[in-house]
């Protein structure tokens, strides 16, 4: 799976958008962008996930460049409660009940005030 | 979403003794899950696969003699840390897949705080 650069850390005006960059200039043809957010001391929650189209859901939207090399997910009003790391994570789709995850460092997002 | 349960979620236990965390998806079949471990500030690191009904597969320099992995039914699968040492202390997190879900996203659950005295 093709590996994944995102900035450590990043600040975001409560109400504001938040929009977290990912690098993944090896991405594959066939390899999805699937981003995960971890909340202090919980386990990973999925958010979103796309191949080439923008994607758009209750929690976020996922923009993809045209030439898949980079994505960026976007939190349209952030809350203090969007506070965690973000994981970008490319793979290859499965049809065994999905499969495991390679996790990179993330970006520790804080929603300030 | 599918839900994904730990037990316990924290433990602590003395140097020498085995610890065996579960993990259970609560509403669907999983014959495969996953085990991550999280040091303090790092970022989550697959341990291995547990597959329902045979051997796990363990991820390069993860003992499995020391972290037993066992997946007896399709809705639970345990890690024993066996001969826990200080250095095992850690945050252990598993998650599976819904083959309900078209999405081939991971559940995750909420991990278990393993502190060894």
């Known amino acids: 799976d093709a590996k994944t650069t995102q900035p450590p850390s990043m600040d975001c005006a409560e109400g504001r958008a938040a929009n977290l960059p990912c690098n993944h200039s090896?991405?594959?043809?066939?390899?999805?962008v699937y981003w995960y957010r971890q909340i202090h001391s919980q386990g990973p929650q999925y958010i979103i996930h796309?191949?080439?189209n923008n994607e758009t859901n209750e929690m976020a939207s996922l923009i993809i460049t045209e030439d898949r090399k980079s994505s960026t997910l976007i939190l349209p009003h952030a809350t203090l409660r969007d506070t965690a790391v973000y994981y970008c994570?490319?793979?290859?789709?499965?049809?065994?009940?999905?499969?495991?995850?390679?996790f990179g460092q993330g970006t520790e997002l804080s929603v300030k005030p | 979403g599918a839900v994904v349960s730990q037990h316990p979620s924290w433990v602590i236990c003395k140097s020498g003794t085995s610890v065996k965390i579960e993990c259970r998806s609560l509403?669907?079949?999983?014959?495969?899950m996953f085990w991550y471990r999280q040091f303090p500030k790092q970022s989550l690191m697959l341990m291995a696969t547990?597959?329902?009904?045979?051997?796990?597969?363990?991820e390069q320099g993860v003992e499995k003699d020391k972290f037993l992995i066992n997946h007896a039914s399709l809705t639970l699968s345990t890690l024993t840390v066996t001969s826990a040492h200080p250095e095992d202390s850690s945050f252990y997190i598993c998650?599976?897949?819904?083959?309900?879900?078209?999405?081939?996203?991971?559940?995750f659950g909420p991990g278990t705080r393993l502190t060894v005295l």
């Open positions: 998650s599976a897949g819904d083959p309900r879900s078209s999405y081939n996203e991971q559940f």
């Open positions: 090896t991405i594959s043809g066939n390899e999805y």
């Open positions: 796309g191949l080439k």
């Open positions: 994570i490319v793979r290859r789709p499965t049809y065994n009940q999905g499969g495991k995850l390679i």
């Open positions: 509403d669907f079949q999983a014959t495969t």
């Open positions: 547990s597959n329902e009904g045979s051997k796990a597969t363990y």
